[in-house]
Structures are given as C-alpha cells and as structure tokens.
C-alpha cells in the first residue's frame, strides 16, 4: 500500500514564524502536491513537482515555497506565517504515468495566532 | 477549466446501492472524469476514474453518459465506512499540468443503519 506521511498532524506557530511542512511518500511516485482545505472553499492546489528539484504553482502559490531535495521528500515552506494561513494542509503523490490518481497524506491542520 | 455541478448531500441506507451523479455539461472530448471520496478527518482517497467507456472497480462503477454531460458514482452495497464526501472531478488530458485535479464541494453522503 502507498504511504503518504506528514510530518505533524496539528501544529501551532505564531505570526511571522517560519513555518515548515513535511510530506514524505515510500512509493516511488515522480510527483507530488501540496494542497489546502478550507470550510466552504474544498482543496486548493498550492504547489506541485514533477521530479526532484523541480516545482511548479498551482492556484494560490502566494505566501508559500517548495522543496524537493529528495525524491520521496517534498516540503512546504510558509516564509512569515499568517492567521489567514491557517487551514488543513494536504500532501499527495501519484507516479508520472498516472498523475491524477493521487494518494493523500493524512493532514496537518496549522493554526496561527 | 469545465466545472461539475453535484448535490450537497445524499442519504443512503445500509447494505443498499447509491448513485451519486455529477454533471458536466461543458465536459470537453479531452477531460477525464475523476471520482475521490474523503472520510472524516482524513485525506481524500481515490475511487475511480473514466473518459467514455463505464468503469468497474473493487471500489465502486462509474457509468458516463453517451453524451458525456454527466455521470454517477454506484456504490453496489453502502456500508457505514462509506459515509464521506464524494467528489467529482474533470481534468483535461491525463498528463503533465493540464490534469490537475481541481476539488469542488463535493455530495455529503450519510448511510444508516
């Protein structure tokens, strides 16, 4: 079975904290996303990478960076959190061939104050 | 991006089929058509998925109209585990970032005992 792990499922950081978010996945899979969940507004793509190193924006990049050093290992960056950054936050991968058939990691709700 | 349109909410008894529909009525001939289901507090969870021909699964049936302007989700027999919120979702192509998957509000399904 593909697992997709997630470094904290809740966390709690300040205002302008330097907020990191891990996302690790054991199958191989070439991509991986980030996402966000909000009541009333469903999933947001954040951030995606087709391979290591790579990374491309989805609809709301803003406030946010990537990295992927590692294959399995794909991070997300809030550079100075924000209250208006608190949400559920996703990680998913998928192999390169079948890239919308995306398994997702169990959550992290943030909460910033 | 085509948009999908599905009601807010269904009920369901236990042991009983479901039929979840979704419409599409500016599907284009590209666009691919996802279902994803989401438990309670967990990460969605990837179902099945289609272009024109009916899908059969482990999980569930995908029937697509001839049209392709909608299509339903059947659970063959609904059990407690399946209450979540369903969702359908079009992407265009199967590859690369056209087929980024764009998540809307999704069918609450409830089942009873």
């Known amino acids: 079975d593909v697992k997709v792990t997630q470094s904290s499922r809740y966390l709690v950081k300040r205002t302008g904290e330097k907020v990191f978010l891990e996302c690790v996945q054991d199958m191989d899979h070439e991509n991986m996303f980030w996402y966000r969940q909000d009541p009333g507004l469903g999933l947001r793509l954040i951030y995606f990478s087709y391979d290591v190193k790579m990374k491309e924006k989805g609809d709301i990049p803003e406030g946010y960076s990537v990295s992927r050093e590692k294959k399995e290992r794909f991070s997300l960056i809030l550079e100075s959190a924000s209250t208006n950054q608190t949400s559920m936050y996703l990680c998913?991968?998928?192999?390169?061939?079948?890239?919308?058939?995306?398994?997702f990691g169990p959550g992290t709700r943030l909460t910033v104050t | 991006d085509a948009k999908t349109t599905q009601p807010n909410s269904m009920e369901s008894n236990e042991e009983e089929p479901v039929h979840l529909p979704c419409n599409h009525s500016?599907?284009?001939?590209?666009?691919?058509i996802h279902w994803y289901r989401q438990l309670p507090s967990q990460g969605p969870e990837y179902v099945i998925h289609g272009l024109t021909s009916n899908v059969n699964n482990r999980m569930a049936s995908l029937a697509i109209a001839e049209d392709r302007k909608s299509s339903t989700l059947i659970l063959h027999r609904a059990t407690l585990r399946d209450a979540a919120v369903y969702y359908c979702i079009l992407s265009r192509g199967y590859g690369g970032s056209q087929g980024n998957l764009i998540f809307g509000k999704g069918t609450k399904l409830s089942v009873k005992p």
């Open positions: 500016t599907i284009s001939g590209t666009d691919y």
């Open positions: 998913a991968s998928s192999l390169g061939s079948r890239p919308q058939e995306q398994y």
